[in-house]
């Protein structure tokens, strides 16, 4: 079998994949937040996080940042740390790592989309692999199928979130300034606020930004009251 023919059956396993993805994240998705919004009503909810492991494939867990999660992370902190307690606040308002509530895949989890994105995961080792063995990298035009697989998979997420979210009864959260976005460890605030404008507008992505922006000059600040 050439090269050829092996890409062409690798997409063919992938488009399947991507279509039971499709067709079970929609419902999963729906059923989580609504969990959600129920268990948290009171709570200062501002913001359902949707983890992924950074290549948008093996895991996704709801994660929720709220203010009584937030006063609990920023605890955590004060006594031991150079900033005030309202300053971490600020500094840990848009850290899913740090939420008490980061994985809430046991209550409101996506068990069919995850067998998906599981099956998912290892169809990309196996896309890496046939580029690595018949040097594909070196070539753009093949090099850009592995891009393009990572960017379907974004955009069914992000694409399913926002349907989901479109739903009248998340009228009431949206309406208090509440979010749902799709994000990971250790990325950047562009791809935080592109994710956070496609699903819920510009007005929300601005207002993270701003945040976000804050929350990196107290690290700063923190760092050099540490350098005293």
Partial sequence: MSWEDEIEEWKASFSESIDKLKKDFPSECLNSLLGILKEFEGRGLYAVAIYHCGNYSGYLLPT?????????AAKKYVESDNLTLSELKSCLRWSPCDSPFHDLSHEFGFTKTMLHLDNICGLMEELDSLLEEYDLYDDNDDSDEYI???????????NTI??????????SYRSSGGIVYLTCGDTSHEDITHNVSFVNGDFHAEKVSRELDLASSLFIKRLKRAQR
């Fill in 64 to 72: 929720v940042l709220c203010d009584e999660g937030l006063e609990v």
């Fill in 148 to 158: 393009r697989a990572l960017l379907s998979i974004k955009g069914v997420l992000n």
């Fill in 162 to 171: 926002r349907q989901v979210l479109a739903d009248s009864r998340f009228e």
